[in-house]
Nanobody, 124 residues
């Protein structure tokens, strides 16, 4: 079992930056891949980024490529999502996820554990 706790969300102006953190507990951190999803009001949940167990392989949705960076520190049991050049359309609840496999995945159904979510609001 894995528990995930996100932090770092908040209100930021367009063009600003935020860094989300996800602290994991319950299992050896380096044995699973992680991801970040988001869900805006009235919209379906979508993948933002994914990272494999060691951090050497990443995936980004086209909408965030070049602006967001996913990373992880296995020594600290923590994953990160650095968000820059934020836009109002990035406003959503962001969820940290983990899966019982080493490689990345882009579908929500491929993830086994979810955090409670953290709100990110970008004002224009």
């Amino acid at each position: 079992q894995v528990q995930l706790v996100e932090s770092g969300g908040g209100l930021v102006q367009a063009g600003g930056s935020l860094r989300l953190s996800c602290v994991a507990s319950g299992r050896t951190f380096r044995t699973y891949a992680m991801g970040w999803f988001r869900q805006a009001p009235g919209k379906e949940r979508e993948i933002v980024a994914s990272i494999n167990w060691g951090g050497g392989t990443t995936y980004y949705a086209d909408s965030v490529k070049g602006r967001f960076t996913i990373s992880r520190d296995n020594a600290k049991n923590t994953g990160y999502l650095q968000m820059s050049s934020l836009k109002p359309k990035d406003t959503a609840v962001y969820y940290c996820t983990a899966r019982n496999k080493l490689g990345i995945a882009t579908m929500g159904r491929d993830y086994d554990y979810w955090g409670q979510g953290t709100q990110v609001t970008v004002s224009s």
